[in-house]
């Protein structure tokens, strides 16, 4: 079922490593009326996570039932089995605070919500496979087998940029920011006079 939000929607994507986050974060504090929409996932609830700002948490029944009912505009699954994705209602939750809507996404959700969502805008954020092998090891979170994995992967996955609209090389934190806030901006303003 296509959605057409009434707003445009970012869709920010790119390897494991590459910063999405960071970039993420540095835009909406330099762009006003953005909102990041919240992921959905099975995993329990940590100590000092709140429903509805960090995930919406819900059971595996629940996110079950969501998935049979479309609820979802994209999801996965993890070998750990648990899941994540994002809920349909989150463009709508987002333009009811009159924001603009951005998804933080792995590549396949994002070309999932690139198909199904109707003028989203896509931007791939690439980096050196050096740098995010650096930047993977200085996160500490995975074993070295894990990041060998994560490295072959974004190596396929930056084969895979052309697909997307625009992508944003982050090799210099500040000018990787300021390309993203441009290019966003440069949307909002077009979309503006459309």
């Known amino acids: ?20 986050g960071t970039l993420i974060k540095g835009l909406v504090e330099r762009v006003s009326g953005l909102e990041v929409a919240v992921s959905a996932t099975t995993r329990p609830q940590r100590p000092g996570e709140v429903d509805g700002r960090d995930y919406w948490f819900l059971s595996d029944e629940e ?13 996965v699954s993890y070998v750990s089995g648990r899941r994540y994705g994002t809920l349909r209602s989150e463009i709508d939750r987002i333009a009811e605070h009159m924001s603009v809507c951005v998804l933080e996404l792995e590549l396949e959700g994002a070309l999932a919500v690139q198909d199904e969502v109707a003028g989203s805008i896509t931007i791939f954020i690439a980096a050196d496979v050096d740098e995010l092998e650096r930047r993977l090891r200085e996160r500490a ?33 500040e000018r990787a920011t300021a390309a993203l806030v441009s290019l966003v901006e440069c949307e909002l303003s077009f979309g503006a006079r459309s």
């Open 63 to 75: 996110f079950t039932r969501r998935v049979g009912a479309d609820g979802f505009l994209e999801w």
């Open 1 to 20: 079922m296509p959605v057409s939000p009434p707003r445009p929607v970012f869709v920010v994507t790119g390897p494991s490593g590459a910063g999405k």
């Open 141 to 173: 979170t995975e074993s070295t087998g894990e990041i060998g994995e994560r490295i072959a992967l974004a190596r396929t996955q930056l084969e895979q940029a052309h697909r997307f609209r625009y992508m944003v090389r982050n090799d210099d934190l």
